[in-house]
């Protein structure tokens, strides 16, 4: 079990940190992004002035595709129109059906796409299940919200530590 939630390039800062050197470096040419923490805050639906050049960045490289586990049709709708990528909503990660369905829409073999995502348990465990290249982020969080680990992230990290995983961030 810890195999399947160690990431394989933990980043020291949010989603972007993670830069077209690096996706080339690992060979990947596709990514798939989590939504909620890992490109917006929970609860907002547009995204930061930072994120848009990132996408354009990034995209150069490697074709992207927005995976959420966010019920929110209209909401992930919202935030793949703005960033003009296909989404797929309501995912149930870690299950791997509709994670698969996005690496099938790039037309490439799972281990040249990355799942990109802030949480282990659902991010990481559901990329490591299907092949695919895993990237843990740190959280994209609210700035007018005071800083904080969530109850839930802190067990996520403990468990996967206490299952073997190395959580060291990349340098």
Sequence with gaps: MGNLLQPDLVLPGSVLTLTPDLLQQN????????????LVPIRMAEVSEEL?????????????WLVSNNISEARIQ?????????????AAKPSRRKLRRAVEGMSLPPEQVGMVGDRLFTDVLAGNRLGMFTILVQPMVNPDEAV???PLHSFEVWVSQA???SLAPHK
Excluded at 27 to 34: E, Q
Excluded at 78 to 90: C, E, F, Q, W
């Design 148 to 150: 904080r680990r969530s």
């Design 78 to 90: 919202r935030i793949a129109k703005t960033l003009d990528v296909p989404y797929i909503s309501g």
């Design 163 to 165: 299952l073997g995983a």
């Design 52 to 64: 848009l050049p990132w996408v354009a960045t990034v995209r150069q490289v490697a074709a992207l």
């Design 27 to 38: 060979r990947l040419k596709g990514l798939v992004l989590d939504v909620d923490e890992t």
